[in-house]
């Protein structure tokens, strides 16, 4: 246990929990010991102001802690802590705060407050469903926008299905919509997991899919699957020919470079940062989008869009030079 760990993170959880509260010790998160997390799920059952730690180290430097802390008038809360490099400064939802100059991230555990174990041991607080908000958002009618007005305002089409026009481009580590006269572009992914064939692998950000009620109960994201009728796989294949597009202008003109694109109507489902991190990043230009707390690869799209159908016949063309 190092000593920022002590100083910092141990400190701030016992700060929260009281001076009262049962310490249930701390583990690693890759080989948590069981009795850390039997312990604390005897103090929360028995109505108990505890604290538990998870945490990664190298030598005497903390990278990474994770813990829950309960006060005595029974709140919980997880608190993340990063030691070498902070947060971004801003909470990603209205529920959470920073603390320690954002080296500290602490979300209060929605109510009714429930623990349980991940698959690999780890306690953590499991936030409670909004089941009538999640059904009415199942069976939404999608709105005609455009790709710049989802831009422009992701948070407002946060959860909703879609009737959008755009065109995409890709390759083994992007897979972008965009539009012409849109300043950005959007993650583009498919309903069931997956992407288009030009994308191979890429890291992912730290925006989840679905939204929150004013409580911060989760309403789960509408339901997506593509359908892969004729109009789907006409698509694909003209993705799989902008990728030798793109490579045969290049080879045929050394030093020179077009941008293919596959242009189509598309219906599927809006993702989105948070308004907090919509605002944020507003007001954070210089820094690209490199917080990671967007979508795709690294985190840089603050909107994703998630394919459920193509409308219309896809069409291959030169999109930027």
């Known amino acids: 246990m190092s000593g920022a760990f002590d100083r910092v993170f141990m400190n701030r959880m016992k700060t929260i929990a009281g001076t009262s509260a049962l310490d249930c010790g701390s583990t690693s998160p890759s080989k948590p010991a069981e009795s850390v997390a039997k312990c604390g799920l005897n103090a929360f059952q028995n109505h108990k102001s505890f604290f538990i730690a998870y945490y990664t180290s190298t030598g005497d430097v903390l990278g990474y802690a994770y813990g829950l802390a309960a006060d005595p008038d029974g709140n919980v809360f997880a608190v993340m802590y990063q030691g070498v490099r902070s947060f971004p400064a801003v909470a990603p939802k209205h529920h959470m705060r920073l603390a320690d100059e954002s080296h500290t991230r602490i979300a209060e555990c929605v109510r009714p407050v429930k623990l349980g174990k991940d698959s690999d041991g780890v306690l953590s607080c499991l936030t409670p469903i909004n089941r009538e908000e999640s059904e009415k958002v199942a069976h ?10 989802v831009i422009d305002n992701p948070p407002a089409f946060n959860n909703r299905l879609v009737r959008i026009r755009g065109s995409y481009s890709g390759n083994f580590e992007y897979s972008m919509l965009s ?10 992914g498919y309903g069931g997991g997956g992407a288009p064939p030009s994308l191979a692998a890429f890291v992912g950000g730290g925006a989840m899919p679905g939204s929150e009620d004013a409580d911060g109960k989760l309403i789960l994201p509408v339901p997506v699957k593509v359908v892969r009728d004729s109009k789907f796989e006409r698509f694909e294949k003209e993705v799989q020919a902008m990728a030798h597009a793109d490579a045969n202008y290049e080879k045929e003109h050394p ?4 941008d293919h694109c596959v242009t189509a109507t598309f219906l599927g489902r809006i993702d989105s940062v948070s308004p ?9 230009t210089s820094n690209e989008h490199s917080d990671g ?7 840089l799209f603050e909107a994703q869009f998630i394919l459920h159908s193509v409308v219309d016949d896809a069409t291959l063309g030169a999109c930027s030079q």
């Open 140 to 149: 939404q009618t999608p709105v005609n926008t455009t790709l710049c007005a």
């Open 179 to 188: 539009a012409a006269g849109c300043k950005e572009a959007l993650w583009f």
């Open 255 to 258: 030093g020179k470079f077009i």
């Open 276 to 284: 907090e991190v919509h605002e944020y990043r507003k007001k954070n």
């Open 293 to 299: 707390l967007g979508f795709g690869q690294m985190g």
